[in-house]
């Protein structure tokens, strides 16, 4: 079995043990969280701000489908994929392509991160990257 890597670093762990988490920041000054990571925060415009874990679940706010053949992966299809953003309960809001059923996704369902296989890169490592499906 290849190497797993993320496909981008610093976006989300990857635990040999429990479920992955996104990596964000915290303002130090307001507490204002955000992601992807931020060197400044963009509410009160505070540069200390320090690193921090973020949820794994979180609320559908909003999505769409998405009937386009090139994505590439297992997430495309005759029905198309869905993309949406999720609201994490620290604050931030998340976009994501989301997997399951495109009919299926119901603004306010709870829905949780996984991990997903994106392709190989040079050295032969599986690449990974999140998305969020519902909770079962």
Same mark, same amino acid.
């Given at each position: 079995?290849?190497?797993?890597?993320?496909y981008?670093? *610093?976006? $989300?762990? @990857?635990? #040999? %043990? *429990?479920?992955?988490?996104?990596?964000?920041?915290?303002?130090?000054?307001?507490g204002?969280? $955000? !992601?992807?990571?931020?060197? /400044?925060? /963009?509410?009160?415009?505070?540069? #200390?701000?320090? =690193? &921090?874990?973020?949820?794994?679940?979180?609320?559908?706010?909003? !999505?769409?489908?998405?009937? /386009?053949?090139?994505?590439? =992966?297992s997430?495309? *299809? %005759?029905?198309? !994929?869905?993309? *949406?953003?999720? =609201?994490?309960?620290?604050?931030?809001?998340?976009?994501? &392509?989301?997997?399951? #059923?495109?009919?299926?996704?119901r603004?306010? @369902?709870? @829905?949780? @991160?996984?991990?997903?296989? %994106?392709?190989? #890169?040079?050295?032969?490592?599986?690449? &990974?990257? !999140?998305?969020?499906?519902?909770? /079962?």
């Open positions: 079995m290849p190497e797993r890597v993320p981008e670093e *610093g976006y $989300f762990t @990857m635990p #040999d %043990a *429990g479920p992955p988490q996104l990596c964000g920041t915290r303002c130090r000054r307001c204002e969280r $955000f !992601y992807p990571r931020r060197h /400044a925060c /963009a509410r009160c415009c505070e540069i #200390d701000v320090e =690193d &921090v874990l973020l949820s794994n679940r979180g609320t559908l706010y909003s !999505y769409t489908i998405l009937r /386009a053949t090139s994505f590439g =992966d997430t495309t *299809g %005759a029905n198309g !994929y869905a993309a *949406g953003q999720i =609201d994490l309960p620290e604050g931030p809001r998340v976009q994501s &392509v989301l997997l399951g #059923d495109p009919g299926a996704f603004i306010g @369902m709870a @829905m949780e @991160m996984v991990l997903e296989p %994106a392709g190989t #890169d040079r050295e032969g490592r599986e690449l &990974v990257m !999140y998305r969020f499906r519902p909770v /079962a």
